[in-house]
């Protein structure tokens, strides 16, 4: 029975100092990974439509970028290329030619923030003129014809200066095949963050904004996961973890807390979550209506990600909310 007089729990909510004493769960700047898209030119700096405070950058505009994010203690970026439908094809080519912009703004990138992790994006999408991860035949998305290109995009990226790749794409497989190649090539030291639990969601429809990169016939489900499953999750973690995963990645985020939880408890690597663009225009759009409070908004989504067991979030209110961070 509880004795009401001597199990009190309010006792340790009483004052600023004593809640955060036993605080059981922290949030830091250094726990965010923030994405961020890149397009040719020079002088850009265009607002995603769906995603206010979020622009595509070229990369000159880009690197003054990263002189206010990495003074704000943001120490790790995920870049994504946005391309014009002139640069795509089936076999998404442009994804690893030398001269290609994504590698050249990473090898920048590289050269003038020594210290930042630069993860960067395996999936066809981006260069691919189906809009899809894998490469079209027939209409059907094929696995093993699609590992060689991803292949191809890993080894490129890592020449480039890639710290942490990101395989998106969701085809079997391919966790283990971009490893093998990796240190085949030596590039023993990059590491893989790989989408595990990707969820066919409607949360991406502002990043396919961003990056003009919607599909252009069906939808991603043949790949990506069915929201109502769970023990899918464990087995797209393990065969993730055995073919030689660093990280795991639960994307989205918010929706799927009971993932990462699961997650977490199960697997003995860093768990990622991606607090996916559909999250961030959620949040946006209510606070712009005045409907709710933004900034508070925010910081209970981050917290909510990392009490489920995220380690790290790659969220695009890593700005803001390691301003937040920084003024406590
Ligand atoms: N491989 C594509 C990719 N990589 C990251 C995201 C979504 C990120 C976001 O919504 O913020 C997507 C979208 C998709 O699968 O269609």
Same mark, same amino acid.
């Given at each position: 029975m509880i004795d009401l007089n001597r199990r009190r729990p309010r006792r340790n909510r009483k004052s600023g100092a004593i809640r955060d004493l036993v605080q059981e769960t922290n949030l830091q700047v250094s726990d965010f990974i923030f994405p961020m898209f890149v397009q040719e030119g020079s002088h850009q700096k265009v607002e995603v439509k769906s995603m206010p405070g979020i622009y595509r950058f070229s990369l000159d505009t880009l690197l003054e970028e990263l002189k206010e994010v990495t003074d704000l203690g943001i120490r790790a970026i995920d870049l994504f290329p946005n391309y014009p +439908?002139? !640069?795509?094809d089936r076999h998404a080519t +442009?994804?690893?030619? +030398? %001269?290609t912009f994504y590698l050249k703004a990473i090898t920048a990138i590289k050269e003038k923030f020594p210290d930042l992790a630069i993860m960067t994006d395996i999936a066809m999408d981006p260069y691919s003129s189906d809009g899809h991860d894998g490469l079209v035949e027939n209409g059907v998305i094929l696995n093993d014809a699609t590992l060689d290109i991803l292949g191809k995009m890993a080894l490129a990226q890592a020449k480039a200066g890639a710290d942490i790749l990101g395989p @998106? %794409?969701?085809? %079997?497989?391919r966790v283990g095949y971009i490893r093998d190649l990796l240190d085949e090539a030596q590039y023993t030291d990059v590491s893989i963050m790989s989408y595990s639990a990707k969820y066919a969601s409607a949360f991406y429809g502002p990043f396919r904004d961003a990056l003009? @990169?919607?599909? !252009?016939?069906? %939808?991603k489900k043949t790949y990506q996961m069915n929201p109502a499953n769970v023990q899918e999750a464990l087995l797209e973690a393990q065969l993730d973890f055995e073919e030689g995963a660093d990280m795991l990645m639960v994307k989205p985020a918010l929706a799927y807390l009971d993932i990462i939880k699961l997650l977490d408890d199960h697997f003995n690597i860093p768990i990622a979550a991606y607090n996916v663009s559909g999250e961030y225009a959620m949040v946006m759009a209510a606070a712009q209506n005045g409907w709710l409070d933004g900034q508070r908004t925010m910081m209970e989504v981050l917290m909510s990600i990392r009490r489920a067991g995220a380690k790290c979030i790659l969220t695009y209110f890593a700005k803001d909310a390691a301003k937040v961070l920084n003024e406590r």
């Open positions: +439908e002139s !640069k795509k +442009e994804g690893y030619q +030398e %001269d @998106s %794409d969701m085809m %079997d497989g003009e @990169s919607a599909p !252009k016939f069906g %939808d």
